[in-house]
């Protein structure tokens, strides 16, 4: 099965910039739909940035213009590069993979912690 590491999550100021991986591991299957979710105290998990197989890609509202989401097939590994950080995007960021034909995965990474702060 697909298993999603994240890494590069930490603590930075406002405005400033993180770029988090997610790298599959395991077996090697067709990912579909690679994204990004986050979650904050209190708050609902939500869908931050995902992109499927052709490229196609997609954002929550709030962050378009600041932060991109990409991957590289060959190194099975997606990302997120998040520009001019605010403080309301402190939250635990969390890798979701997808494939749909057989063998089907939903796959969540443990997640990464994202801290802004002065």
């Known amino acids: 099965q697909v298993q999603p590491v994240e890494s590069g999550g930490g603590l930075v100021q406002p405005g400033g910039s993180l770029r988090l991986s997610c790298a599959a591991s395991?077996?090697?299957?067709?990912?579909?739909?690679m994204a990004w979710y986050r979650q904050a105290p209190g708050k609902q998990r939500e869908l931050v940035a995902s992109i499927v197989s052709g490229g196609t890609t997609n954002y929550k509202d709030s962050v378009k213009g600041r932060f991109t989401i990409s991957r590289d097939n060959a190194k099975n590994t997606v990302y997120l590069q998040m520009n001019n950080l605010k403080p309301e995007a402190a939250a635990v960021y969390s890798c979701?993979?997808?494939?749909?034909?057989?063998?089907?995965?939903?796959?969540w990474g443990q997640g990464t912690q994202v801290t802004v702060s002065s």
């Open positions: 395991g077996s090697i299957v067709s990912i579909f739909f």
């Open positions: 979701n993979l997808r494939g749909i034909s057989p063998p089907a995965f939903n796959s």
